[in-house]
T-cell receptor
Framework: GQQVMQIPQYQHVQEGEDFTTYCNSSTTLSNIQWYKQRPGGHPVFLIQLVKSGEVKKQKRLTFQFGEAKKNSSLHITATQTTDVGTYFCAGPSNDYKLSFGAGTTVTVRA | DVKVTQSSRYLVKRTGEKVFLECVQDMDHENMFWYRQDPGLGLRLIYFSYDVKMKEKGDIPEGYSVSREKKERFSLILESASTNQTSMYLC???????????FGDGTRLSIL
């Protein structure tokens, strides 16, 4: 079945630095979604990318969908303490269920 | 805004009990989902429903059943709770299959 993999599993970042987390699918995706889960909270939908090569920005967050629609990335610039949490990517499988990656857990050093 | 409400934030039950977890959404979404979330294992789909009285098994349905008698409500049932079912349970809904999902706050279930 479809697998969605995320790297790294953990990201420890100095406040103010940039970082990128990556998502790779074993199959071509019709869309890729990103979610954020704060500590003690529930996953919250951030964004959906649909087109090959699509790039979307939300303030300091930049999301990209690969040309082959099998990978995606999330880049955060000037990391802040509010960015702490786990970021999940997810893509629909052939039966339209969402396959979630295991997530990248981000901690920030002030 | 979509509101997905789970009946309990924390629940403690005993081995062998029948446990009901309730979820209600207020946006007339067709699709509803139950996941469990465990450290290092991410989100795993237990069951989902794409219409009233319709259900499909997810990746880990063993030991669970579901009920969807009304569009807005999706219940997860642990027929005979076991300690390995101690977990965080998350309910979600979506307008279309494969589309963004909206999650409830989760129920942290402990089976003693």
């Amino acid at each position: 079945g479809q697998q969605v993999m995320q790297i790294p599993q953990y990201q420890h970042v100095q406040e103010g630095e940039d970082f990128t987390t990556y998502c790779n699918s074993s199959t071509t995706l019709s869309n890729i979604q990103w979610y954020k889960q704060r500590p003690g909270g529930h996953p919250v939908f951030l964004i959906q990318l649909v087109k090959s090569g699509e790039v979307k920005k939300q303030k300091r967050l930049t999301f990209q969908f690969g040309e082959a629609k099998k990978n995606s990335s999330l880049h955060i610039t000037a990391t802040q303490t509010t960015d702490v949490g786990t970021y999940f990517c997810a893509g629909p499988s052939n039966d339209y269920k969402l396959s979630f990656g295991a997530g990248t857990t981000v901690t920030v050093r002030a | 805004d979509v509101k997905v409400t789970q009946s309990s934030r924390y629940l403690v039950k005993r081995t062998g009990e029948k446990v009901f977890l309730e979820c209600v959404q207020d946006m007339d979404h067709e699709n509803m989902f139950w996941y469990r979330q465990d450290p290092g294992l991410g989100l795993r789909l237990i069951y989902f429903s794409y219409d009233v009285k319709m259900k499909e098994k997810g990746d880990i349905p063993e030991g669970y059943s579901v009920s969807r008698e009304k569009k807005e409500r999706f219940s997860l049932i642990l027929e005979s709770a076991s300690t390995n079912q101690t977990s965080m349970y998350l309910c979600a809904s979506s307008l279309g299959l494969g589309q963004p999902q909206h999650f409830g706050d989760g129920t942290r279930l402990s089976i003693l």
